[in-house]
């Protein structure tokens, strides 16, 4: 759409309304949060201006850029943690960047800045992908002047480090029924049910801790997802398994006799150790039971191997894109074509399918010219 001499591009993904626009040559492309295309034009229009200011470093942007990085993270963490539930890796991230050019102020942090802070991190052994996690949220918590920065460095192709990716690993049948066992006896009794889950329905870990039983239909065996990572993600049913279904089953009549009763807002796994569970609370981390059901198993692998494993396996049972990303919640093909790595030996199996065809048409061939050659010969002799 035209606005004056601007023009706006708005565009819909699921139902929520992004903004595109081109400033100094940089392409900014955001996600309104929201499905109104008015207040979507009316965020289109303030992110604007803030690039706007912080371009001509206008008064009201003046006083952030003198200020020190130090100050402006302690601020920023602290508006972090209204507008999320996670902050432990938001606090992880700062506080590296922090502490190694906290003391400069926001108007000093250029290029050359953000390029020593690379190189610094990969001295120190940090990934590839940490450290660009880490920019990022330098750059955001810079605002308008950190996006001008991200421009100006992906101009440069400096923005990010290569990441290698990583294909991550689908289990056997029998490392699954190993692991599985190994939960069935776990002292945790949020582990089995959590596996299942992520075996079977290929949520991703922080969607499976904040199920509540809302969200939890087992007359339709249906589980409708709550916040997730993508917009794709976010509210998508998934239609629950005899396998998982009975896993649940098993769970909530433990939860109702623990708890004496199962409210719909509380969460299915509940946080705290099992002598003092808050079912108000959503468990924190899997992670301990998780690595002692690992290692019991014999089994190597994280725990998001498990969502790879469900996804290899939808693709090699032949469901098609549309149904694996309505299930795993993926927004685009690309993401999709990154996780469904179909194991090599289900690749072999479908070659050598296609060898045992072609030897069943080629033996129909032979047969039937044999007994063509053998007609001709009875009907010579007569």
């Given at each position: 759409?035209?606005?004056?001499?601007?023009?706006?591009?708005?565009?819909?993904?699921?139902?929520i309304w992004w903004y595109?626009?081109?400033?100094?040559?940089?392409?900014?492309?955001?996600?309104?949060?929201?499905?109104?295309?008015?207040?979507?034009?009316?965020?289109?229009?303030?992110?604007?201006?803030?690039?706007?200011?912080?371009?001509?470093?206008?008064?009201?942007?003046?006083?952030?850029?003198?200020?020190?990085?130090?100050?402006?993270?302690?601020?920023?963490?602290?508006?972090?943690?209204?507008?999320?539930?996670?902050?432990?890796?938001?606090?992880?991230?700062?506080?590296?960047?922090?502490?190694?050019?906290?003391?400069?102020?926001?108007?000093?942090?250029?290029?050359?800045?953000?390029?020593?802070?690379?190189?610094?991190?990969?001295?120190?052994?940090?990934?590839?992908?940490?450290?660009?996690?880490?920019?990022?949220?330098?750059?955001?918590?810079?605002?308008?002047?950190?996006?001008?920065?991200?421009?100006?460095?992906?101009?440069?192709?400096?923005?990010?480090?290569?990441?290698?990716?990583?294909?991550?690993?689908?289990?056997?049948?029998?490392?699954?029924?190993?692991?599985?066992?190994?939960?069935?006896?776990?002292?945790?009794?949020?582990?089995?049910?959590?596996?299942?889950?992520?075996?079977?329905?290929?949520?991703?870990?922080?969607?499976?801790?904040?199920?509540?039983?809302?969200?939890?239909?087992?007359?339709?065996?249906?589980?409708?997802?709550?916040?997730?990572?993508?917009?794709?993600?976010?509210?998508?049913?998934?239609?629950?398994?005899t396998e998982v279904l009975?896993?649940?089953?098993?769970?909530?009549?433990?939860?109702?006799?623990?708890?004496?009763?199962?409210?719909?807002?509380?969460?299915?796994?509940?946080?705290?150790?099992?002598?003092?569970?808050?079912?108000?609370?959503?468990?924190?981390?899997?992670?301990?039971?998780?690595?002692?059901?690992?290692?019991?198993?014999?089994?190597?692998?994280?725990?998001?191997?498990?969502?790879?494993?469900?996804?290899?396996?939808?693709?090699?049972?032949?469901?098609?894109?549309?149904?694996?990303?309505?299930?795993?919640?993926?927004?685009?093909?690309?993401?999709?074509?990154?996780?469904?790595?179909?194991?090599?030996?289900?690749?072999?199996?479908?070659?050598?399918?296609?060898?045992?065809?072609?030897?069943?048409?080629?033996?129909?061939?032979?047969?039937?010219?044999?007994?063509?050659?053998?007609?001709?010969?009875?009907?010579?002799?007569?």
């Open positions: 759409m035209k606005e004056g001499n601007k023009i706006v591009a708005l565009y819909k993904r699921g139902k595109e626009f081109i400033y100094t040559g940089q392409r900014i492309q955001e996600s309104s949060n929201s499905r109104s295309k008015t207040v979507a034009l009316e965020a289109e229009r303030k992110r604007r201006r803030e690039c706007e200011e912080g371009f001509n470093a206008l008064e009201d942007r003046r006083k952030d850029r003198i200020r020190t990085l130090s100050a402006l993270a302690v601020e920023y963490l602290k508006e972090y943690a209204l507008k999320h539930r996670a902050l432990t890796f938001a606090e992880y991230a700062v506080g590296h960047f922090v502490r190694h050019v906290g003391s400069k102020l926001v108007v000093e942090i250029g290029e050359k800045t953000v390029k020593d802070y690379q190189i610094a991190r990969l001295q120190e052994k940090a990934s590839p992908k940490s450290i660009n996690e880490e920019v990022g949220f330098l750059l955001r918590l810079m605002g308008a002047p950190g996006e001008l920065l991200r421009a100006q460095l992906r101009r440069q192709k400096a923005l990010k480090l290569t990441v290698d990716v990583q294909p991550g690993k689908a289990f056997s049948e029998d490392e699954k029924e190993r692991m599985l066992a190994v939960a069935a006896r776990s002292r945790s009794r949020s582990i089995l049910p959590a596996l299942t889950l992520a075996l079977n329905a290929g949520m991703r870990d922080s969607e499976i801790k904040r199920v509540r039983w809302s969200q939890i239909d087992f007359v339709k065996a249906i589980l409708t997802v709550g916040k997730s990572k993508s917009v794709a993600g976010a509210g998508r049913t998934i239609p629950l398994n009975d896993a649940l089953i098993e769970h909530a009549k433990w939860y109702s006799k623990r708890f004496r009763e199962m409210r719909p807002e509380w969460y299915i796994f509940p946080f705290g150790p099992l002598s003092r569970l808050d079912p108000s609370r959503p468990v924190t981390s899997l992670k301990k039971a998780w690595t002692n059901v690992r290692k019991k198993a014999s089994v190597s692998g994280r725990w998001h191997d498990a969502r790879h494993t469900l996804i290899t396996e939808l693709a090699e049972s032949g469901a098609g894109d549309q149904t694996i990303m309505d299930i795993a919640g993926h927004v685009s093909r690309q993401m999709l074509a990154r996780y469904s790595h179909i194991r090599t030996e289900a690749k072999r199996n479908a070659l050598e399918e296609v060898s045992r065809r072609r030897q069943q048409v080629r033996a129909k061939t032979a047969a039937a010219s044999e007994t063509g050659q053998k007609t001709k010969s009875a009907g010579a002799i007569h």
